[in-house]
């Protein structure tokens, strides 16, 4: 089986953001970076799907991203990747069909019986890119699969909707994207870490066109101020049930 | 030389032949061993050789146990010249030492014998009798050779009585009675015996005696009494009470190039000191009566790791010698091979049961390190093969993410000093200022509401005190000490060169702090990686100041408190500190009374939380932190005091599932509610 | 003057709440633009056009009513398809969808198919010199970003609840049309929609989270927690470390430390006061609400709302508050 996992490199979340003096963008310096939480289940995926094939064929990961990406290829090659692409971009567009195309024209011909995106890149939270790949490249597609059967050339997959699931079925070579509770990704042993050093890893130029989405500023959510105390007793209640429709609107 | 001499030199011989090949066998299994350099610092090693070897300082922390054997064992020693003796006359029979040695020193020597034959041959009743109807519990719950340790007992008592009716018999026969003060006493026994018979009994004892003594040599190798012969080169070879700093986990070269195994999964992964301790086991158990793990029904015996670590040995290399250099394993000798040390022998199970408090290398009579086979073999399972419990993710992705074992942010970590005007280094550096000491604060006392209430207090004292210090403030990360207790030694190798990176630019000299996990780390593993500075834990810091007089406290009003504290075990048995907390409880609460739980200073029972354990579920048993809550609560302490950020969790917990109200303090805190003026309540 | 596509989503031949809240929001943006229709798209089996009514209710001016058995089921192929030939026709400027499960698996299909730009999931919309321009939360929520989208059609998903539905009634119009590829013919087939059990609801999924703690007392005053969770109809019950220690509730359901990491978008903390561990695994909620009766409890620090009361007295009208306030909705 030929797989493709495609990756991001996104800065790990348990920090707090500054935005920068001119308001645009995140404050880089300081922080740390990480796979994305749902490309390291996607990767986990693929490498099972392999593993289940009695390990004929490859697990290739390719990642749109600044040169210090070759971090987060590593660490999928350490997990057990075959080999990593990076598509070098020192920074990427906000518009995710630029990046659709730029992934696209590298998985064009890569003859992959599947390719696997986590659901949702954690920073840009666009959740979009894995379904415009597989229009531009034409793939049936299956989002938020939590639940995936492969049998020779046709599969199973469940997705997840709010509080419900669908059970679809497609044919391959497809496209998934990939949601938490899937799997739980392995982490690297020490063998796998020194593994990776040797494995082959491509660095091309990313291209992007026509982008029409971008970002004109960035800011800080108001801090989280200590709690409104609405009162003392359950008289409070109605006034909560208010807030939590009107002001915080998860009502 | 007469017939009887020549029989005797054929049995001398045929029995040092035995024995010749059984010491070169396991010597040869030794070296399945990896290599390892333990000639350095040979005065440290002789002094241990001479304490805990000659003069039995281990054993005898059993008292009544403890006695009898020393007993036995330096009549053994002492007995040994005896040996020699008969050995000789087996091939010279008029052979005596009394032909060599002076009178002045025959005459004790006689004397020796006579009395260490009655004092091996008491200890030696004693404990068959302790054994076989006493039958204390450390005997048993694990499946050890009882039933050779009978035997041993046995034979050696025989020998002894052999011994005597030599010494008995012989004086019956006219041999000189000076120095003979007990074989004298027996001497009426053989009243009603010829001269001719007495002769004949004492030859047949001679016999009897000599045979089982060549009978007993060849007997050792092969059951757990191989210790008479290793235990005290095990002990100079031993760091377990030095050279070196106590419970420094061994050092991993990750960068070495053929490096192809990190832990280990079987036998000859382990260094030949311990497949040594493995021989020199005495499975006396004394290891796993004081394990936390095993006190409240884990499946862990360090016993058993050691009884297994010597069985595997055997079942591999005796399978190995069976095939023979060259030769090719049948399918029932390769499916030997194929197995390991871990999983067929020592489960995951037990070796994540460990809280590496250290309980059960302080106890070892032998110096046996039963806690460098367990970290070993967490290193494979971590290392080489990803298996560890799933609790454990979380943190290690923090630690790798965050430089936390718990997903906090980084910025968040000088919050509680908020208004308390200390300067960060970087501060002090833009300042052009320099600190004395470096107040590590560590991630529980940056993060958890209760700890920071200690690093809070610490604080004050040290402003009282008008210390110059500072904090690494949001520079400071984890230095990885969680990781590398869990067995990832790379994830810690990584953190702490990074903390060493960070302190080494602030050309840090002296790092105070108040838990004993960052202060060992610091003080006792960072020099592995370069990392060079004093480390002082605070409750050594604060006493200091105190004998300085450097902190007013208010020491007159206050109420007679009974005060229990708690020993942590990497302040005590990591790193001797035992006194120091309790001088300056003292020093703070005069009329205070201090009392200790049965079980304490250096057999003070865990708190649970070490060994990486603070990130991971208890499933079987009793809780160990309720375990050893219970026993604070006993003592009828008004309160509990303690001097480290995880027993503080952990004894809280106990104390509070218990239903008591009684307060857990720590010694910063206790200080601190005393200084004047004003005092911080904690 | 411009005119909205809107994608109504349709489950279980049922209109979704967020139906309405995408009507709303491409009413408002029509006004935004100078004033335009809405048209929205209702897809389904057959019978599908009896909803059409009620998306009239909230501004469509016309329906456009996509019915055939080949949509009884979620069929991304064929509506991708359909909705991006109706985009390109180019009487829409904007097309809008529910950035849901089922909307950001649509929304991005269509704009690829036109090579268009998305701005997805959105909590806010204005139109500046004709480009769309929304908030959009980033960096798991930690942050901001406002985007701006030019280009004609511009494709938008709005984020759920970020639009309350407004009733703003048209006379209802429909019209008939037909799917541009064969629904039959669609590679990607939906077998079956498992509606899920509102108490067997995970964790890492539930946009509630109901949480209980020591201040509960016992074991079984956590039905207080299933209760109110039973009323939210999509909540799922969570558990401190003290409580899943004393083997109140199973160690699945911890949450912090050695439990769990949640981030909910309501978590409501019952009876928990907010040691380290605990927070530590769900401060990153979006609104957060504590109930506790220690004013000094940690949690109150990190909580958007609290009531400090007796969690006993406080939970019942809590539950039945909820209730109602769902019903409603």
């Given at each position: 089986m030929k797989i493709a996992v495609c990756i991001k490199r996104v800065p790990v979340m348990e920090v707090k953001f500054v935005i920068t003096a001119d308001g645009t963008r995140v404050e880089e310096t300081g922080l740390k970076y990480d796979i994305n939480d749902f490309d390291l289940w996607a990767i986990e995926a693929g490498l099972q799907l392999k593993e289940k094939h009695n390990n004929v064929g490859e697990v290739v990961v390719i990642s749109l991203g600044p040169d210090t990406a070759q971090e987060q290829i590593r660490k999928a090659m350490a997990m057990g990747a075959d080999r990593g692409i990076l598509l070098k971009a020192d920074s990427a567009p906000a518009d995710g069909l630029a990046i659709a195309r730029a992934l696209a024209a590298e998985l064009k011909d890569g003859g992959y019986d599947l390719v696997l995106f986590g659901r949702i890149a954690i920073d840009s939270m666009n959740q979009m890119t894995g379904p415009m790949v597989a229009e531009l490249l034409d793939l049936p597609c299956v989002t938020n699969v939590f639940k995936l059967e492969i049998t020779g050339a046709t599969a199973r997959a469940e997705r997840a909707l709010e509080g419900a699931s669908e059970v679809v079925e497609f044919p391959l070579p497809a496209l998934l994207t990939i949601d938490d509770g899937m799997n739980k990704e392995r982490l690297p042993s020490l063998k796998g870490i020194m593994a990776a050093k040797k494995k082959p890893l491509e660095i091309k130029a990313a291209q992007f066109s026509d982008v029409r989405v971008s970002i004109t500023k960035m800011a800080l959510p108001a801090d989280r101020a200590a709690a409104r105390i609405l009162g003392d007793s359950s008289a409070a209640v109605p006034e909560l049930i208010r807030l939590l429709q009107t002001e915080a609107k998860v009502l | 030389m007469s017939p009887s001499n020549i029989v005797f030199a054929i049995i001398l011989v045929v029995a040092l032949g035995f024995f010749t090949r059984s010491a070169q066998r396991l010597n040869r299994w030794l070296k399945i061993g990896r290599d390892e350099n333990r000639t350095d610092h040979p005065d440290v090693r002789t002094k241990n050789l001479?304490?805990?070897?000659?003069?039995?300082?281990?054993?005898?922390?059993?008292?009544?146990?403890?006695?009898?054997?020393?007993?036995?064992?330096?009549?053994?020693?002492?007995?040994?010249?005896?040996?020699?003796?008969?050995?000789?006359?087996?091939?010279?029979?008029?052979?005596?030492?009394?032909?060599?040695?002076?009178?002045?020193?025959?005459?004790?020597?006689?004397?020796?014998?006579?009395?260490?034959?009655?004092?091996?041959?008491?200890?030696?009743?004693?404990?068959?009798?302790?054994?076989?109807?006493?039958?204390?519990?450390?005997?048993?719950?694990?499946?050890?050779?009882?039933?050779?340790?009978?035997?041993?007992?046995?034979?050696?008592?025989?020998?002894?009585?052999?011994l005597l009716i030599i010494f008995a018999a012989d004086l019956r026969t006219g041999a000189s009675p000076d120095g003979r003060i007990v074989s004298s006493l027996l001497l009426p026994l053989f009243g009603g015996l010829t001269s001719e018979s007495a002769h004949t009994v004492s030859r047949v004892s001679w016999w009897i005696h000599a045979v089982?003594?060549?009978?007993?040599?060849?007997?050792?190798?092969?059951?757990?009494?191989?210790?008479?012969?290793?235990?005290?080169?095990?002990?100079?070879?031993?760091?377990?009470?030095?050279?070196?700093?106590?419970?420094?986990?061994?050092?991993?070269?990750?960068?070495?190039?053929?490096?192809?195994?990190?832990?280990?999964?079987?036998?000859?992964?382990?260094?030949?000191?311990?497949?040594?301790?493995?021989?020199?086991?005495?499975?006396?158990?004394?290891?796993?009566?004081?394990?936390?793990?095993?006190?409240?029904?884990?499946?862990?015996?360090?016993?058993?790791?050691?009884?297994?670590?010597?069985?595997?040995?055997?079942?591999?290399?005796?399978?190995?010698?069976?095939?023979?250099?060259?030769?090719?394993?049948?399918?029932?000798?390769?499916?030997?091979?194929?197995?390991?040390l871990l999983d067929d022998w020592i489960t995951e199970e037990e070796l994540w049961a460990c809280t590496s408090c250290r309980a059960c290398v302080q106890e070892c009579p032998v110096s046996i390190d039963q806690l460098d086979i367990i970290n070993e073999l967490r290193r494979d399972l971590v290392l080489m093969e990803s298996r560890f419990p799933e609790e454990l993710q979380p943190a290690l992705t923090s630690l790798e993410r965050n430089g936390s074992p718990w997903a906090f942010s980084a910025s968040d970590r000088a919050q509680w000093a908020e208004g308390m005007d200390i300067p960060t280094m970087a501060e002090l550096v833009e300042r052009g200022e320099k600190a004395d000491i470096l107040f590590w604060v560590g991630c529980m006392g940056s993060f958890d509401d209760r700890s920071k209430k200690i690093t809070v207090a610490f604080a004050r004292i040290l402003q009282a005190a008008n210390v110059r210090f500072a904090i690494l403030g949001q520079e400071e990360t984890c230095h990885g000490d969680p990781a590398r207790r869990m067995g990832n030694e790379?994830?810690?190798?990584?953190?702490?060169?990074?903390?060493?990176?960070?302190?080494?630019?602030?050309?840090?000299?002296?790092?105070?702090?108040?838990?004993?996990?960052?202060?060992h780390q610091m003080g006792n593993e960072f020099p592995d990686l370069g990392g060079n500075y004093e480390v002082i834990h605070h409750t050594?810091?604060?006493?200091?100041?105190?004998?300085?007089?450097?902190?007013?406290?208010?020491?007159?009003?206050?109420?007679?408190?009974?005060?229990?504290?708690?020993?942590?075990?990497?302040?005590?048995?990591?790193?001797?500190?035992?006194?120091?907390?309790?001088?300056?409880?003292?020093?703070?609460?005069?009329?205070?009374?201090?009392?200790?739980?049965?079980?304490?200073?250096?057999?003070?029972?865990?708190?649970?939380?070490?060994?990486?354990?603070?990130?991971?579920?208890?499933?079987?048993?009793?809780?160990?932190?309720?375990?050893?809550?219970?026993?604070?609560?006993?003592?009828?302490?008004?309160?509990?005091?303690?001097a480290c950020p995880f027993c503080m969790t952990m004894i809280t917990d106990g104390v509070t599932g218990a239903g008591s109200t009684v307060p857990v303090l720590d010694i910063s805190e206790v200080i601190a509610a005393r200084l004047v003026p004003g005092g911080v309540t904690a | 003057?411009?005119?909205?596509?809107?994608?109504?989503?349709?489950?279980?031949?049922?209109?979704?709440?967020?139906?309405?809240?995408?009507?709303?929001?491409?009413?408002?943006?029509?006004?935004?633009?100078?004033?335009?229709?809405?048209?929205?798209?209702?897809?389904?089996?057959?019978?599908?056009?009896?909803?059409?009514?009620?998306?009239?209710?909230?501004?469509?001016?016309?329906?456009?009513?996509?019915?055939?058995?080949?949509?009884?089921?979620?069929?991304?192929?064929?509506?991708?398809?359909?909705?991006?030939?109706?985009?390109?026709?180019?009487?829409?400027?904007?097309?809008?969808?529910?950035?849901?499960?089922?909307?950001?698996?649509?929304?991005?299909?269509?704009?690829?198919?036109?090579?268009?730009?998305?701005?997805?999931?959105?909590?806010?919309?204005?139109?500046?010199?004709?480009?769309?321009v929304g908030q959009h939360f980033q960096n798991n929520g930690k942050v901001i970003a406002t985007l701006t989208l030019t280009g004609s059609p511009a494709v938008v998903s709005i984020r759920p609840a970020a639009f309350q539905p407004a009733v703003n009634a048209r006379a209802l119009a429909t019209e008939a049309i037909t799917s541009a590829t064969d629904p039959m013919a669609s590679r990607v087939k939906t077998v079956e929609l498992k509606q899920g059990s509102a108490d067997k609801l995970d964790l890492n999924d539930a946009p509630v989270i109901v949480a209980g703690g020591r201040g509960l007392k016992a074991p079984e005053h956590f039905a207080l927690c299933d209760d109110l969770a039973a009323a939210f109809g999509n909540a799922a019950v969570g558990a401190t470390r003290a409580v899943t220690d004393e083997g109140w509730r199973p160690h699945s359901d911890q949450i912090g430390q050695t439990g769990r990491n949640v981030s909910p978008d309501l978590y409501i903390a019952v009876g928990i006061s907010g040691a380290i561990q605990h927070l530590a695994g769900m401060r990153t909620s979006k609104v957060i609400v504590a109930i506790n009766k220690d004013k000094d409890a940690p949690i109150f620090k990190i909580s958007d709302?609290?009531?400090?009361?007796?969690?006993?007295?406080?939970?019942?009208?809590?539950?039945?508050?909820?209730?109602?306030?769902k019903a409603e909705g």
């Open positions: - | 001479l304490l805990i070897g000659l003069a039995q300082t281990k054993i005898l922390r059993d008292p009544i146990g403890g006695m009898m054997h020393a007993l036995v064992f330096w009549g053994f020693c002492i007995l040994a010249l005896g040996t020699v003796e008969i050995l000789i006359q087996g091939l010279y029979t008029p052979f005596t030492w009394d032909l060599l040695l002076p009178r002045f020193l025959y005459l004790p020597y006689v004397v020796s014998q006579e009395l260490f034959a009655v004092f091996v041959l008491i200890p030696v009743a004693y404990l068959l009798y302790r054994r076989l109807v006493i039958k204390p519990a450390r005997f048993s719950g694990d499946p050890v050779h009882g039933g050779d340790a009978v035997f041993i007992l046995s034979m050696i008592a025989t020998l002894m009585v052999t089982l003594i060549l009978y007993f040599l060849n007997h050792l190798p092969g059951s757990k009494h191989l210790h008479v012969l290793t235990s005290l080169i095990n002990v100079w070879f031993s760091n377990t009470s030095g050279p070196g700093r106590l419970g420094a986990m061994r050092p991993m070269d990750l960068e070495a190039e053929d490096a192809e195994q990190f832990g280990a999964s079987d036998v000859e992964h382990l260094s030949w000191k311990n497949l040594l301790d493995g021989y020199s086991c005495t499975e006396c158990g004394r290891c796993t009566a004081v394990c936390p793990a095993n006190i409240t029904g884990k499946l862990l015996s360090p016993r058993m790791i050691v009884v297994n670590t010597r069985a595997r040995l055997t079942e591999k290399a005796s399978t190995l010698d069976a095939i023979g250099v060259g030769g090719t394993a049948t399918a029932e000798q390769q499916a030997v091979l194929d197995k390991n790379y994830l810690y190798q990584m953190l702490a060169k990074g903390v060493i990176e960070t302190l080494d630019g602030y050309a840090v000299k002296t790092i105070v702090t108040f838990c004993p996990h960052c202060f050594e810091y604060i006493e200091r100041l105190l004998a300085d007089g450097r902190v007013p406290l208010d020491t007159e009003h206050g109420e007679r408190l009974k005060v229990a504290y708690h020993d942590s075990c990497y302040l005590g048995r990591y790193n001797d500190i035992y006194d120091a907390p309790r001088t300056a409880l003292k020093r703070a609460l005069p009329i205070m009374e201090l009392v200790e739980p049965p079980r304490t200073k250096d057999r003070g029972l865990c708190c649970g939380a070490g060994g990486g354990r603070m990130w991971m579920e208890e499933n079987v048993g009793k809780r160990v932190n309720v375990e050893r809550s219970e026993e604070l609560l006993a003592t009828g302490a008004d309160q509990i005091a303690v | 003057m411009a005119n909205v596509l809107v994608f109504a989503e349709v489950r279980g031949g049922e209109l979704r709440k967020v139906a309405y809240e995408a009507v709303t929001a491409a009413r408002a943006l029509a006004e935004l633009s100078g004033g335009g229709s809405v048209h929205a798209v209702l897809a389904g089996g057959a019978g599908i056009d009896a909803k059409a009514e009620a998306l009239a209710q909230y501004g469509a001016d016309s329906v456009l009513v996509l019915e055939h058995a080949g949509f009884t089921q979620y069929n991304p192929e064929a509506l991708a398809a359909t909705l991006a030939q109706r985009l390109e026709s180019g009487t829409y400027a904007y097309g809008l969808f529910s950035a849901t499960s089922q909307g950001r698996d649509l929304s991005p299909r269509v704009a690829a198919k036109l090579g268009v730009g998305l701005a997805a999931d959105l909590t806010g919309l204005a139109v500046t010199d004709g480009a769309v709302y609290g009531i400090v009361g007796d969690v006993f007295e406080v939970m019942p009208v809590l539950t039945e508050a909820v209730r109602k306030a």
